[in-house]
């Protein structure tokens, strides 16, 4: 199930270059406001309502977690940023970008500011036929009608011919290279906030750890030394399971996934965790587990100081999570990266996040993005 908002967006630009303009337009939403994932066309399209050069315009599906306000006051001030003046007149003006918010999921917004879907959208091919170019399976919610619906009813029938095919900004992010990324780091790291976007984004098949459940981890928090043992070994055989089960449902040399975990954290843990003689029992598990066990093509260690980690894992409100004491976490954090240090067949990345947040700004998501990209060079 998708967790961010899917955006519908229509652009368009009738002054100086059209084209620089619409490019630029979709490449500083894509780095500063939200993942855009996919782009229709480009048309040229008479001007609406006023005698003016002609429009380029566009329409492309952006991906949020952000609510619709603010994704339109980040509009607003991009469309500043890109050279839009607006005027106090009424009427309708030439504009060197002018990028409307269609439609918010399938959700119908009624406020002074935004008014969504746009109410004038399904009377406008200039924004129909690229909104059908994305192929998408949406309705219109208060018309109840499906795009193609849209498109035979509308009344307009001015002239809007399909100039070039436009280039969406993840063609030039190629994960799919990979086969299977493993997404790792300390307690509140945000791996799996990180894993589910890319997810969402790539379209890519995603393994999350399941372990709220385990009747030993509130136990521990509260008594490390009487079940530390029998939490790792409960870990162990849980992801263990769930892995074997999980990977087995895909082709690892077709299918592109996302996991948020591995295998190897649970020997980073049990390290941290276990007396010495336990530990040694343990690792003789391990290492017969670990054999069988398909192996990252990528693994992406986050590193996060430790006190980030602490207001992430305050804010996410785990009860059992409030007692984590500091040393813990550094001793967690300084597990990974020895651990990382040793393993020479293993294709690691670490990316340090301690300065990011990659779900409020997109720049910080964009970045991760990159750096994994940049593995691929």
């Known amino acids: 199930m998708n967790t961010q908002n899917q955006v519908i967006l229509s652009l368009g630009s009738n002054l100086v270059n059209r084209l620089e303009n619409i490019q630029l337009a979709i490449q500083s939403l894509h780095n500063q406001i939200g993942t855009v994932i996919k782009v229709s066309a480009l048309y040229e399209t008479p001007s609406w309502g006023f005698e003016s050069d002609a429009f ?3 329409a492309l599906i952006m991906q949020t ?13 991009l469309e500043l940023e890109l050279g839009r003046v607006r005027s106090q007149q009424e009427g309708y003006k030439a504009r060197i970008i002018d990028i409307d918010v269609i439609a918010f999921n399938e959700e119908i917004i009624q406020t002074d500011k935004l008014k969504i879907p746009h109410p004038h959208m399904q009377n ?39 100039i070039m095919k436009l280039e969406t900004p993840l ?25 589910s976007k890319i997810s969402e984004d790539f379209n890519a098949k995603l393994v999350l750890e399941r372990f709220a459940d385990n009747p030993f981890l509130p136990k521990f928090y509260e008594d490390q030394n009487r079940y530390a043992f029998p ?23 077709k299918d592109f996934v996302v996991a948020d975990y591995h295998i190897f954290k649970s020997l980073i843990f049990a390290k941290v965790t276990l007396a010495e003689d336990e530990f040694r029992l343990y690792k003789t598990m391990f290492d017969i587990i670990h054999k069988e066990m398909p192996k990252p093509d990528l693994y992406v260690y986050l590193y996060q100081n430790t006190e980030q980690l602490l207001e992430n894992i305050k804010k996410r409100g785990r009860s059992y999570e409030m007692q984590i004491p500091a040393e813990y976490l550094e001793k967690i954090n300084q597990g990974y990266l020895d651990f990382i240090k040793t393993q020479t067949q293993l294709n690691v990345l670490i990316i340090d996040v301690s300065n990011k947040d990659f779900v409020n700004f997109q720049e910080d998501y964009i970045f991760i993005l990159n750096e994994i990209q940049a593995k691929l060079v």
């Open 171 to 195: 063609q030039k992010i190629n994960l799919q290279q990979y086969n299977y990324i493993a997404i790792e780091g300390n307690i509140g790291a945000g791996k799996t906030t990180l894993s």
């Open 124 to 162: 406008r091919k200039f924004v129909l036929l690229p909104m059908r170019d994305l192929n998408l399976d949406w309705r219109h919610p208060i018309l109840q009608k499906y795009l193609p619906e849209l498109v035979a009813l509308a009344e307009d029938k001015s002239q809007c011919k399909e």
């Open 65 to 77: 977690a952000k609510p619709a306000e603010q994704l339109l006051d980040e509009i607003l001030q």
């Open 231 to 253: 939490l790792e070994m409960s870990f162990l055989a849980d992801r263990y399971q769930q892995l074997t089960d999980d990977l087995a449902q895909f082709d690892l040399f």
């Open 56 to 58: 380029y315009n566009c």
